[in-house]
């Protein structure tokens, strides 16, 4: 070997040597620096520097280090609180051991992380408005200011779009590489300290282990296994997992378990207030989840979650919610892809106190979140809906307790309902099933199963309601009715589609039914129930919402009655049953929002179609008492059966009906036919017997002062009915009959109208709405038969016919109307009158008695076996009237009447004539007594009325005839004329005793002054008069002469008859021939005036007669007597001179002694004026007149004498036109 050689290899050696010396030395400098000058510097510089920056004493017991196995590990680190008293936070041990390899691979890599003991207390040390979210009430507020970035030296704030530009760039920068392993915290615990609520929570025996976490690709695909548990509360909660978090997927899995977790620990860091207590709660977990960001991002989760053993209190400590157990068990959830099947959900145990209060709200209304303000309209479209589907649910053992406190007594229920849910889903299409089941404490059970799809929206089932009992829901009756639901059930059902129609729910039934039966109602205060229902039952209802359609298969009653009053003020007893709502109810407090704009109508839907396939209703009974009237009117409804077929509101749709109907026990009512609801008809056959009329009588009894105590209707038909747009039309076909009714006066004593039947055959009448007139009657034939009636005239002089009609109340005081207001003629009134028809009215063997009390004794007459016809009746302006009629008055008498009129046309006309025969006067002597003053002896009377009327003009011949009247005795009455009656009777009986009297009458109808019967009896009153004060008035009239029948005029100082006193006196002798019991006297009259001058000019003539006489006499021409003598105008003169030179008054003389010569007037003038009449010569004129009348009167009917008879004369009468008269004067007895 070459000294090169060998100097190489010993500079090699030493070389090595030196090195390793080196090695040595540096390892043990390394050595000496890491063990002990650097975890002695460290360990100060870290506590001093730490506490500088927290502002908190820092404590490090140990911090050793291991320079050759690159670890380090720091014992009882603390970090003190504020105070400086106790730790904030502190640990036993942290060893972290680093490996070599973190030097090639430029990333540091960490063999072992652990942290043991660890201890970190944290407080909340007051209460503040911020709540728990105020950072500032913690014992480590302090901290976080000290931490916090100092001003300026904070992340730059950017602006959203600033942001979006930066994130790019950071995402592009290389993210720093590591690799931890064995990453352990042993036993480590946290706890909160909330002092203002004096609560304290903790972590607990938290140990979490993470096998490596490492970014660099060689351990990319390797899996990280967390594993974490702990105590929270004392609850153990478990996780473990297994994940790549820093491969591009990020695939991971973790386990999460909690066990018994009282949530009650964690409610009051809830940042909202909550509405309840929860005094207890549980939380159980046992969950699995499975991440991988892939390019379809997936997130599933299964297990199982569980709340248990649930108390919700109200604030007021009462219960509100227990539930035992609420497990939902997720089987697979892919919360991504919003897919989530749930394997099980299980509520067991559930407890629910339900309580309305006074004021009408839930407590369970408390629990509601407050209303969320509103949002505007969100654009973005809508999420996708979530596939849900829970394989199968149940519900057990749950009860819930129902108060309502708004009703009094308060309402309670314990309900039990369970549930059963197969496949639910909101998969569209997909079904599932529900069957569900409810018990309650009052009997109801509910039952119903359901196929049920959640998308679209769409459930079909059967639904079942048993046993509900009426009476227990009485509370909720009282309120709105003062009754007492005393016993009732209900039963329930139906086949059921809910579906989406349009947008909106609408709900479809099939097959179902409601059942109603025993119900008991009684009235508050009552003893016996109003109300009493054995069976109510409507089945197979069809509801078809697309079809818009009600059907109803079958309906049916039994067994009904009902018992309703009217109170004398008109209110009804079931109405009165209705209580008034209270003070307030439905009102709103104050003003609502404005009425939005009126939209437009939306366009009329179709309507519904309702049908009625059968209905069946018997053995109802109603009874009715209405206490408006006086007496109360009764009225029994007996619904022996009724039945309907084949009713539907579809156009023309007929139905059929029957119904059998008692009234009041006797009546019986059958109708039976045809009727349609669209439009609306009828067509349907009555059949009404016996109906008795005295229970319906107290409705007239307001408006008549009688007493119905018999009576029955009876109707027989066919009744139409048909409402056509242009108005309703209505028709009645048949028989009507009304027997045997009887009625008596109010007292119930005397009978005053009876009739055995009335009979009116085949009516017609009909009522149309669009014609005129509307109403329109025709009738065959019409037959009233027994008819009897009682006319009496009260002592007062009240007929009991007038009486039948209440007096109308006086006013309280005179009131002066105001002037009518001119009126026109409405059309109604103008209209035609409505069109009767009557073929035949017949009246058979009536009777009628009238009797007037007003006299004593009493008066009474009677028309028996009074029969009448009236045929055809008619409106019609043709048509002719014919009415004959019989009876028999008072058995001996007869009246007959015969006609033709047309009484109901617009003009009415008339022929009519009238005829009584044979009636007896002497039962009408109490009238004659009472207003003559004597009875009636004999007499019988007759009547002869003869009417025609046209064009409104009455033309009427009244023949009156009494035959052989004769007064009887005399009667004292203060009514009795003062006329003499009798003489009256005498003057107006004819030489056969029969009295004639023709009062004919005249008059028009539209004369408002014009009466017939009145004029009839002023005439006949006038006559009676006349006869009496101005008989000859009487007889003159009789015989066409005037009205100075009374006495014949004689010329002045004449006592012979003049050719025309002869023609008055023989018309007055035929009168007195035909009045037998007529005697006349005759009184002479003399006017000392006239007829002394006309004597005295009767005497100077007489004395120039018998100077003439005396010549003629000479002559032996002369007459019998100087009477007779005829004086010529030419020896008037001579006369005169003759007899004034003879007449022994001193004259003129002459101057020789002679009769001085005068005119021949002066000289008569002379002649009379010494001529001397006295008193006597002119009674004796006064004699010779009337003795003239009597012989002339005896001459022309000889049998007058033994009834003529002079009285003594009489001078100088009152009436002037008597004054030179002979005065006749009848008789009087």
Excluded at 45 to 61: E, H, P, Y
Excluded at 366 to 385: E, F, G, H
Excluded at 710 to 739: H, S, W, Y
Excluded at 1012 to 1030: M, P, T
């Amino acid at each position: 070997m070459s000294i090169v050689t060998r100097f190489s290899k010993l500079g090699r050696r030493h070389v090595i040597i030196r090195l390793a010396k080196i090695l040595v030395l540096a390892t043990a400098a390394y050595g000496a620096v890491g063990f002990g000058l650097v975890p002695l510097v460290a360990r100060r510089l870290a506590s001093s520097q730490l506490s500088k920056r927290l502002g908190r004493t820092v404590q490090i017991d140990h911090l050793r280090m291991n320079p050759f196995a690159l670890s380090v590990t720091i014992e009882g680190f603390r970090v003190l609180e504020a105070d400086g008293q106790s730790p904030f936070v502190e640990w036993r041990q942290l060893y972290v051991n680093a490996e070599l390899s973190s030097a090639f691979r430029l990333a540091p890599v960490l063999r072992q992380i652990r942290l043991d003991g660890l201890r970190l207390h944290v407080a909340r040390l007051h209460a503040t408005p911020g709540a728990y979210a105020d950072l500032d009430a913690y014992n480590v507020s302090d901290l976080f200011r000290r931490l916090a970035p100092v001003d300026g030296a904070a992340l730059p704030k950017t602006s959203p779009h600033e942001a979006d530009a930066v994130a790019p760039t950071r995402a592009a920068e290389p993210a720093a590489r590591f690799s931890f392993n064995n990453i352990e915290l042993v036993d480590a615990a946290l706890t909160f300290e909330d002092r203002p609520t004096g609560k304290r929570h903790g972590l607990t025996e938290l140990n979490l282990a993470i096998p490596f976490v490492s970014n660099l690709p060689v351990h990319v695909e390797n899996l990280v296994q967390p594993g974490l548990r702990v105590r929270v509360d004392g609850a153990p909660f478990a996780i473990k997992g297994q994940t790549k978090p820093f491969k591009e997927t990020q695939e991971s899995n973790v386990d999460l378990r909690i066990d018994d977790l009282d949530l009650t620990q964690y409610l009051a860091y809830v940042p909202l207030p909550l509405p309840a207590v929860v005094a207890s709660a549980f939380l159980d977990l046992d969950l699995h989840a499975a991440f991988a960001r892939t390019k379809t991002p997936t997130f599933v989760v299964k297990g199982r979650v569980a709340l248990e053993r649930i108390a919700v209190r109200d604030q007021r400590g009462a219960p509100l919610l227990d539930l035992s157990q609420l497990e939902v068990v997720v089987g697979k959830a892919d919360v991504g892809a919003l897919d989530v099947v749930v394997d099980q959900v299980n509520i067991t145990g559930l407890g629910l106190e339900v309580e309305r209060g006074v004021d009408g709200r839930l407590n369970l209304e408390t629990l509601k979140p407050p209303a969320a303000p509103p949002r505007a309209p969100s654009r973005t479209p809508t999420a996708a809906l979530a596939r849900i589907t829970v394989a199968r649910g149940a519900l057990a053992d749950a009860k819930i307790h129902f108060r309502d406190r708004t009703v009094t007594p308060a309402f309670e229920v314990d309900l039990a309902p369970t549930l059963t849910v197969h496949n639910l889903s909101t998969i569209p299409g997909e079904r599932g099933r529900l069957e569900a089941q409810l018990a309650s404490s009052v009997g109801v059970s509910l039952a119903s199963s359901t196929s049920i799809q959640l998308e679209p929206l769409a459930l079909e089932g059967r639904v079942t309601l048993e046993a509900l009992r009426l009476a227990a829901f009485a509370p909720y009756v009282t309120p709105l009715a003062a009754l007492t639901v005393r016993r009732g059930a209900v039963r329930a059902g139906a086949t059921y589609q809910l579906m989406n129609q349009g947008g909106a729910p609408a709900l479809g039934l099939e097959g179902a039914f409601f059942t109603l039966s025993d119900v008991a109602l009684q009235a508050d205060g009552a003893k016996a129930n109003f109300f009493e229902l054995e069976t109510l039952a409507i089945e197979q209802v069809k509801l078809d919402p697309k079809a818009r359609s009600l059907s109803v298969g079958k309906l049916a009653s039994k067994s009904l009655r009902l018992d309703a009053e009217r109170a004398a003020d008109g209110t009804s007893s079931l109405l009165a049953l209705i209580k008034a709502p209270p003070q307030g109810a439905g009102s709103t407090a104050g003003a609502g929002p404005p009425a939005p704009a009126t939209e437009p109508a939306p366009p009329a839907e179709p309507a519904w179609s309702l049908a009625l396939g059968e209905a069946l209703v018997s053995d109802w009974n109603v009874r009715l008492v209405d206490k408006t009237t006086r007496p109360a009117a009764r009225l029994v409804l007996d619904l022996r059966e009724a039945s309907a077929r084949g009713f539907s509101t579809e156009a023309n749709r007929k139905g059929r009906f029957e119904v059998q109907l008692a009234l009041n026990k006797r009546g019986r009512l059958q109708v039976s036919g045809d009727a349609a609801i669209q439009p609306l008809a009828l067509d349907a056959r009555l059949t009404l017997s016996d109906l008795a009329l005295v229970p319906f009588f107290p409705y007239a009894a307001q408006a008549v002062n009688l007493k119905l105590t018999e009576g029955a209707l009876g109707v027989k038909g066919r009744v139409q009915l048909q409402v056509p747009e242009t108005g309703p039309k209505l028709r009645f076909t048949g028989d009507v009959n009304i027997a045997e009714v009887a009625t008596v006066d109010p007292s119930g004593t005397r009978e005053l109208l009876s009739f055995f039947g009335l009979d009116l055959r085949r009516i017609d009448a009909s009522f149309d709405e669009s014609a005129q007139p509307p109403l329109r009657l025709t009738m065959a034939e019409g037959v009233l038969s027994g008819l009897s009636a009682n006319v009496e005239l009260s002592p007062e002089g009240t007929l009991n016919v007038t009486a039948l009609t209440p007096a109308e109340a006086k006013p309280d005081a005179p009131t002066t109307p105001a002037p009518a207001a001119p009126t026109k003629p409405s059309p109604e009134a103008s209209a035609a009158p409505m069109p009767l028809s009557v073929a035949r009215f017949a009246l058979t063997n009536a009777k009628i008695r009238y009797t007037d009390s007003s006299v004593r004794p009493a008066y009474a007459t009677e028309l028996t076996n009074l029969n009448a016809t009236l045929e055809n009746l008619s409106t019609s302006p043709e048509a002719r009237t014919r009415l004959t009629l019989f009876g028999v008055i008072d058995k001996s008498g007869t009246l007959e009447v015969r006609g033709v009129a047309t009484p109901l046309a617009k003009a009415p006309s008339l022929d009519l004539q009238v005829e009584v025969k044979e009636v007896e006067l002497p039962p009408a002597s109490p009238f004659s007594g009472k207003y003559v003053g004597y009875t009636i002896a004999k007499g019988k009377l007759g009547l002869k009325l003869a009417y025609t009327l046209a064009d409104k003009q009455l033309e009427a011949q009244n023949n009156l005839i009494v035959d052989q009247l004769s007064f009887g005795e005399k009667v004292e009455s203060p009514d009795a004329t003062n006329l003499p009656v009798r003489f009256a009777v005498a003057l107006l009986k004819d030489r056969h005793g029969v009295i004639d009297l023709s009062v004919p009458i005249s008059g028009s109808l539209d004369d408002p002054n014009f009466k017939i019967g009145a004029a009839i009896f002023k005439v006949l009153g006038n006559l009676i008069v006349k006869a009496a004060v101005s008989p000859f008035s009487l007889i003159a009239s009789a015989f066409e002469g005037d009205d100075e029948s009374s006495f014949v005029v004689f010329d002045p100082g004449a006592d012979v008859l003049t050719a025309k006193a002869i023609q008055k006196l023989s018309m007055l002798s035929k009168a007195l021939q035909d009045r037998p019991g007529v005697s006349l006297e005759l009184e002479g009259h003399a006017d000392a005036a006239k007829d002394r001058s006309a004597l005295r000019q009767r005497l100077v003539e007489l004395k120039l007669k018998q100077a003439k006489f005396e010549d003629l006499e000479k002559q032996g021409e002369a007459p019998k007597t100087a009477d007779e003598v005829v004086l010529a105008g030419p020896e008037h003169t001579e006369l005169v001179r003759r007899v004034y030179v003879k007449e022994p008054f001193t004259k003129p003389k002459t101057f020789w002694g002679g009769v001085k010569e005068a005119p021949v007037d002066v000289m008569e003038k002379a002649i009379a004026d010494h001529i001397r009449i006295d008193d006597g010569e002119l009674e004796r004129l006064a004699t010779r007149r009337a003795l003239a009348v009597k012989q002339t009167m005896t001459k022309q009917a000889p049998e007058l004498a033994p009834r003529l008879f002079l009285v003594s004369p009489r001078l100088n009468p009152e009436n002037r036109k008597l004054s030179h008269a002979a005065e006749f004067k009848f008789k009087r007895d």
